[in-house]
């Protein structure tokens, strides 16, 4: 089933490619078809999962031996945790590639890699071998690169190939690392997650074993992005297309938070709860740092993206407080790290849509720059309602999926590092007064005659964010049925240590 | 159960706003009107029936609902008061956007409905922020003005900072006893007790419009009478102080936490009567005047009072909301809010009476119920010294001054009777329903009918009432011999709340503008500035191997093919199968890729290809070697 829904949006990728006789119209069916059944599959199995106490922790494996000498196979499975993030990116995927898109003649090639980047996205968040994870790992970076410089717009080509340098270069911090655990396990070379997991091969803070952890987490912090490492993520968001961006926020991010938790947090606890409070201090650097910075950028898309440096800082900081081995505060720590997977899954959803609308703009007004609209709110109903209620949301309103992810990270992590979730509440009180400034130069004011002609959303637009922004209403107000699997995967990662 | 309160105006009003485009007043009146009367019912019914409410997300997170005798007086008291404020909404504010006004403001009821019945702090946040958000869409309402959603941002900026304060304590509670409910204060203590009973206070006072929170007040006077109306009375500041008077009885426990409530609530009483009585703007006068009593209620909470605090709540609301009404149609009339020139004593004669009644409500002038719970204040800090009662006597004097400052200029008869467009009946009847509330409450004297409030002794009762004597003598004299005060000068700067928007704007405001346009700058030259110079160390690199000895290269090249025959070995050992699909899709796609790669023309992406590929072979290699 979870092969399956890897498989089949590459297989769709290599469709694309050689079908020659798709148009446009032909083409975006196609990609929307396929992208599609990964979502059914992923909900089937989601319907089928078991998250009461005493199941499984991961669930729908399955095992295909590929490199036997190197214990590696194509081995799949979820947990609460990678299931609802996977969820999450397929439908996001979904949203992506049927948002409206200006292809550039080349609709295929566009749909294509959309398609090879799911199936790798998914691919990341399903699979139980590290070394495939790897390999999806560093794929991710090759689709997102192609879709950025073939169809991004301005200095697209500098801004890809910066994120590709970056984020590859992490990538290198993270392969060394995958080096440094695999070879310490004493009893013999695997690559089955759930073998290193259970194994913990590396333990202490011996200079080796910090090490591979600082391989781990430089690799991750670049990829999620943490401060100092963030400065690829606004170039590569401004410059790339709306539904790439929402893509590379959305879904991009995660796998490095996914990637924390998964790998040096579960698979060296010992070691990581040691270098839990500097992370944590990092993670609340990027918080306010990300805000800060956010509050002062006059062009819409590098405003969003500074946000992601801010929301990934509070998801780092729960996950920080989780893999602290405070005695006697399991219960606080594992509500920060489901905090933390809730904070993945409503970021996905919430800058998703914000950066889909971003991309709105561009098409509609080819600038990004704040002052140059205005009193949008005459024209554009609909899109006024739909970028208030994901402002509100990424500001962390009650009510809608944001507070719940912020408020329970901050809740676990002040019974563990009481000053960090202090200090890094401030930043929700900054991220009001960003979200409200844009919110304000948008849509309020009089209307410039030059937009009195600004069309309002689409009917395939307004669908994709009403899906998107529904399910951000939903789980803000009754997030029992997430929280419920979410929960069941956080009580073992953070049990287990 | 009980979160029907919440839930019923809630998505009524949510349906109103995206269905509610075009309709007539009349129908938007009966369906504002009407959910209010329903809310009402529902209250009532919640109150007899003992309803209560639970909502579980997780182990860790549960909503609760419940009523306490205090709760359920507030949450009586909202939809009495919001039903007029309704009507005349429905009557009194401008098209375009009417029906997205009403629906806020159902909104905006449920909103507070559900943090009145809240019984957990999470469930308490959600209520408490949800009104904020309500407050800034209310306040920019009218958002072709640039201003007025200026005013909100401003209005819920200054609210989220103190709800930081709810954020702190809701950690600290769960820290210290794993739970949310309000039940588990009484378990906390030491550091965890202070930075909740501290942090509670923090956001009851950014949200009640205390000091240095205050000039919020002022800027939310940019949205319609209808929402300065119901904000001040029913919901959004009222909050504050009932929070504090709910939660006294386990937060008094934190040492310094009732001086510190007294404190602040003296300061704001006094400051905003001194505010109110030299405001020119009628409303913003009004506003200064929320602070102040809501001060008084601080005071009340502060001295170990919480009933005594809510009822002068209740009475407070009623008045308020009558005088808003009033200010708002004697504006409407002169198109300005500026005092000076209002006098619409001839124009709207029969609001002018209702606007007295109000008025001599706000001064606190005997036998009206606003008279007895202000003394009932009185009473309640004379417990604790005689000088806070002076203290609350004093802003009681203020009261006084104001009240009457206000209603001699808005409806004195100083201008003659000009043409005026007729005011809907529907206007008069809401004041008027208002005002018969307010009169009504004059029960609360009644021997048989008294609450349970401390007893005054005889002093205070007469230096209270003198310094009220006082007050309406002086405000008299600033009416009729000043009616201009304020406007120019010295008067006119301290009227902005001495200073303080302007102290809030260079103290904090602008500094954090410049912080973030420097950090920006930061960002953008020396964070990034590293992975620069790595990278064009790269490229330098490059090219010096570039230009480098050919013979590593062949003996790379040698090295590769040498590779390539030991990758064919190992691929004969994997199988069939593989061997064979593998490289045909993998040089398909690598064709894919690579007319991409080429249509990118960089020139350089290829040696990231080979980076890509080199640290796979990498892993392979290293793997074997050391296994």
Same mark, same amino acid.
């Given at each position: ?497 | ?112 409905? @559900? ?208 005088? $808003? ?46 008279? $007895? ?144 346009? $420097? ?24 090219? $010096? ?80 070697? @050391?296994?």
């Amino acid at each position: 089933m979870l092969t399956l829904a890897i498989l089949s949006p590459l297989l769709g990728a290599l469709i694309l490619a050689f079908a020659t006789g798709l148009h446009e119209r032909g083409a975006r069916m196609l990609a929307v078809a396929v992208s599609a059944v990964p979502l059914v599959l992923l909900v089937a199995v989601w319907i089928g999962f078991d998250a009461g106490p005493g199941a499984p922790q991961f669930q729908a494996v399955a095992e295909v031996p590929w490199v036997p000498s190197l214990d590696v196979a194509w081995r799949v499975g979820v947990d609460g945790m990678s299931l609802a993030l996977a969820l999450m990116s397929a439908l996001l995927f979904l949203g992506s590639i049927a948002w409206p898109a200006e292809t550039r003649g080349r609709p295929r090639a566009y749909y294509a890699w959309f398609l090879f980047l799911e199936g790798v996205s998914l691919g990341l968040f399903l699979v139980l071998d590290l070394l495939l994870f790897y390999v999806f790992f560093d794929l991710s970076l090759v689709g997102m690169y192609f879709l950025i410089g073939r169809w991004g717009h301005g200095e697209a080509e500098r801004a890809a190939l910066k994120f590709f340098i970056y984020t590859l270069a992490g990538s290198l911090a993270f392969l060394l690392a995958i080096l440094g655990l695999v070879l310490a396990s004493p009893q013999g070379l695997t690559f089955d997650m759930r073998v290193l997991i259970d194994m913990q091969p590396l333990t202490g803070t011996g200079l080796y074993a910090s090490l591979v952890l600082l391989g781990f987490l430089v690799g991750f912090a670049i990829k999620t992005p943490l401060f100092p490492f963030h400065t690829w993520l606004p170039s590569a968001h401004v410059d790339a297309p709306g539904p790439a961006s929402a893509i590379l926020a959305g879904v991009l991010l995660k796998m490095g938070t996914y990637g924390m938790v998964r790998i040096p947090f579960s698979m060296m606890t010992e070691t990581f709860a040691a270098y839990a409070l500097p992370l944590g201090i990092v993670a609340v650097i990027s918080i306010l740092w990300g805000a800060i910075v956010a509050f002062g950028q006059g062009n819409l898309k590098r405003r969003i993206a500074y946000t992601s440096v801010n929301h990934m800082g509070y998801t780092v900081l729960g996950i920080a407080a989780a893999g602290a081995l405070v005695s006697g505060e399991a219960a606080a720590r594992e509500l920060a790290l489901t905090g933390a997977v809730v904070e993945m899954i409503a970021h996905g959803l919430i800058t998703g849509a914000l950066f889909l609308i971003a991309g709105a703009f561009w098409q509609r007004g080819e600038t990004y720059d704040l002052d140059a609209y205005g009193g949008l709110a005459a024209t554009a109903p609909r899109l006024t309602g739909a970028t208030v209620l994901a402002a509100f949301a990424s500001l962390g309103l009650p009510g809608l999926a944001g507070f719940v992810a912020e408020f329970q990270i901050f809740a676990g992590t002040f019974a563990i590092y009481p000053w960090l979730a202090g200090i890094g509440l401030i930043g929700i009180l900054i991220t009001a007064a960003l979200f409200l400034t844009m919110l304000q130069q948008l849509f309020f004011g009089p209307l410039p005659p030059r937009w009195s002609k600004l069309p309002d959303l689409g009917r395939t637009e307004g669908a994709v964010l009403a899906v998107l922004l529904v399910l951000v209403v939903v789980i803000g107000v009754y997030p029992a049925w997430l929280l419920t699997v979410i929960d069941s995967a956080s009580a073992v990662i953070v049990g287990a240590g | 159960m009980l979160w029907t309160l919440a839930l019923l105006p809630a998505l009524i009003g949510a349906g109103v706003i995206f269905a509610g485009a075009g309709r007539s007043r009349v129908v938007l009146g009966l369906l504002g009107g009407g959910t209010m009367a329903a809310t009402l019912a529902l209250a009532v019914a919640a109150v007899s029936g003992g309803w209560t409410g639970v909502l579980p997300w997780n182990e860790a997170l549960r909503l609760t609902a419940a009523l306490t005798p205090l709760s359920a007086a507030v949450a009586l008291l909202v939809p009495v008061i919001a039903l007029p404020i309704l009507v005349y909404a429905s009557a009194h504010e401008h098209r375009p956007g009417l029906s997205q006004l009403i629906g806020l403001l159902l909104v905006f009821v449920g909103g507070m409905e @559900l943090l009145v019945i809240a019984d957990d702090l999470l469930t308490l946040l959600i209520g408490w922020e949800l009104v904020g958000a309500c407050s800034w869409a209310l306040i920019g309402h009218d958002w072709r003005v640039r201003d007025n959603p200026r005013s909100g941002l401003y209005a819920f900026v200054v609210t989220r900072f103190g709800d930081l304060g709810l954020f702190a304590a809701a950690m600290a509670l769960y820290a210290g006893t794993g739970g949310f409910g309000y039940d588990r204060l009484a378990d906390l203590e030491g550091p965890l007790l202070h930075v909740a009973a501290f942090g509670v206070l923090l956001s009851a006072a950014a949200k009640s419009g205390q000091v240095p929170f205050a000039p919020w007040l002022f800027r939310a006077m940019a949205g319609p009478t209808s929402v300065s109306a119901l904000l001040h009375a029913a919901t959004m500041v009222a909050a504050g102080a009932y929070l504090l008077a709910r939660l006294q009885p386990e937060l008094s426990a934190a040492a310094g936490w009732s001086g510190t409530v007294i404190g602040i609530g003296l300061a704001t009483a006094l400051t905003g009567g001194v505010v109110a009585c030299l405001q020119p703007h009628a409303k913003k006068l009004l506003a200064a005047s929320t602070s102040a009593h809501y001060g008084l209620m601080f005071v009340a909470v502060g001295a170990g009072y919480p009933a005594v605090a809510v009822l002068h709540l209740i009475a407070h609301a009623a008045f308020k909301a009558l005088l $808003f009404l009033a200010a708002g149609s004697a504006g409407e009339q002169a198109e300005t809010f500026a005092l000076h020139r209002l006098g619409m004593g001839r124009v709207l004669p029969v609001m002018a009476v209702l606007s007295a009644v109000g008025a001599l409500a706000l001064a606190g002038v005997p036998p009206l119920g606003a008279a $007895f719970t202000k003394e009932a204040v009185v009473t309640a800090a004379g417990h604790l010294s005689p000088w806070l009662a002076g203290g609350v006597m004093v802003a009681g004097g203020l009261s006084a001054a104001y009240a009457a400052r206000f209603h001699l200029l808005a409806y004195g008869r100083s201008r003659e009777a000009p043409e005026a467009p007729p005011q809907p009946w529907t206007e008069r009847a809401a004041a008027g329903a208002l005002a018969l509330l307010t009169l009504g409450l004059s029960v609360l004297w009644l021997p048989g009918l008294r609450p349970d409030t401390p007893h005054a002794p005889l002093w205070e009762v007469v230096v209270s009432v003198l310094l009220i004597g006082l007050g309406l003598l002086v405000g008299t004299v600033l009416a009729r011999r000043y009616p201009k005060a304020g406007t120019t000068g010295a008067p006119a700067e301290a009227a902005e709340w001495l200073g303080l928007p302007a102290l809030l704007r260079h103290g904090i405001a602008r500094p954090f503008e410049r912080l973030s346009a $420097f950090a920006g700058t930061v960002d953008d030259r020396v964070i990034d500035a590293l992975p620069r110079l790595v990278a064009r160390l790269g490229r330098w690199l490059a090219g $010096f191997i570039g230009r480098g000895d050919r013979r590593v290269v062949d003996a790379g090249v040698r090295a590769t093919a040498r590779f390539g025959e030991w990758l064919a070995g190992v691929g004969d050992r994997i199988g069939e199968a593989v061997s064979d699909g593998l490289p045909e899709g993998t040089a398909r796609l690598v064709a894919f890729s690579g007319a991409d790669a080429r249509r990118l023309q960089t020139g350089m992406s290829h040696h990231y290809y080979a980076l890509l590929a080199g640290g796979a072979v990498l892993v392979i290699v290293t793997i074997i070697a @050391l296994s």
